[in-house]
């Protein structure tokens, strides 16, 4: 009998404690360029060893210095793997757990939020739930049109400088397209002309779903969608109800099951208690999911405070979080379009 194939490993990215030095997150240029003096490996810089380093005597760092030499150097990679990637097209991330309060908002608004400070803008975060979600009320900003007229005028969109009207500009400087009060409920069609008017000025688009996997809005997420990121709590319900969706959308074959198979999860505290037992079951569980890379969010009192969410306003470990996983989720999507040929989106 033939050995079954082991398992892939799945990715768990090392917590990062330290305070970004990018200018985009709070940072100080000074910082920027401090941080790209070349050191010597061999020599402490900083604290009461580094005062002595200075003096001339040989003293090597510290275990906490080389702990933050090793976090700068792997927040530098992140961020370069961010900012340097490229597509031959626009390129979209469908944020997705059926089970609700895991998440969805909060990872799509920071998620592309760090997506557009880093490479400077052209990130559109859209709302693509059935019925009106919480996207624009966490977002910042009080806009006058969203999603709902965006429907509706979406024949009548033909430049940036119109699609601008229907969005709510972020510190990040990433672009939110929510839903400003009652609409219609949306539909397949609706999500993939929004969608398709969208690509024509922004370079990556991040969906904000609902719950229903089965609506005609998420299946026309699903359809112009290229990475799927599933945000999960150490709860039992919203691993079970992720791992239910990754085999629905593999069983629906073709672009469905290539998402499933790129998906990455993202995992948030909410401050309940939790223990190892139950972190490593969900880990086990995604992993036999063949969910391939798995990123921990801190604790962090902004996102709990269910207000409206500001990069500059998280803290440094949440912010630099969010940058490990963006660059995951860089890497999936220059994998998937790399591969696939440029798909037809027209409604």
């Known amino acids: 009998m033939t050995a079954a194939p082991p398992e892939p490993a799945l990715e768990v990215p090392a917590a990062v404690n330290l305070a970004s030095t990018s200018v985009l997150f709070g940072g100080s240029a000074a910082g920027l360029v401090a941080g790209s003096r070349t050191v010597n490996p061999a020599k402490a810089t900083t604290g009461f060893r580094g005062a002595l380093a200075k003096l001339g005597l040989p003293i090597g760092p510290g275990s906490a210095e080389l702990g933050e030499r090793r976090q700068h150097e792997q927040r530098t990679a992140h961020e370069t793997t961010v900012r340097q990637a490229t597509w031959t097209r626009a390129v979209s991330v469908l944020v997705n757990n059926p089970k609700g309060g895991t998440g ?56 940036v400088g119109r699609l601008a009207g229907y969005t709510a500009p972020q510190t990040s400087f990433a672009s939110v397209i929510g839903s400003t009060g009652r609409r219609e409920r949306l539909t397949g069609e609706s999500v993939v002309a929004v969608s398709n008017v969208i690509d024509e000025f922004y370079a990556i688009r991040v969906m904000d779903s609902g719950n229903v996997p089965t609506s005609s809005a998420f299946q026309g997420a699903v359809s112009v969608a290229d990475v799927l990121v599933i945000p999960v709590m150490n709860a039992g319900d919203s691993v079970l109800e ?74 440094p470990a949440t912010r630099d979080a969010f940058v490990a996983a963006a660059a995951s989720v860089v890497r999936a999507l220059q994998s998937a379009v790399s591969t696939a040929p440029t798909p037809n989106r027209k409604a």
């Open 104 to 159: 969805k908002t909060p990872t799509a608004l920071l998620l592309g939020g760090v997506l557009a400070a880093i490479r400077g803008g052209s990130v559109a975060i859209l709302e693509v739930s059935d019925d009106p979600g919480a996207l624009n009320f966490r977002a910042e900003g009080n806009p006058q049109l969203g999603l709902g007229e965006l429907v509706r005028d979406v024949d009548q969109v033909g430049t």
């Open 242 to 315: 992720a791992i239910q969706l990754l085999e629905e959308l593999r069983a629906a074959g073709g672009d469905s099951a290539g998402l499933a198979n790129r998906a990455i999860a993202i995992r948030l505290t909410d401050g309940r208690p939790e223990n190892d037992a139950v972190r490593q079951e969900v880990e086990r569980l995604l992993n036999q999911a063949g969910v391939t890379a798995l990123h921990d969010i801190p604790y962090d009192a902004h996102i709990a405070e269910r207000g409206q969410l500001t990069l500059a306003q998280l803290q």
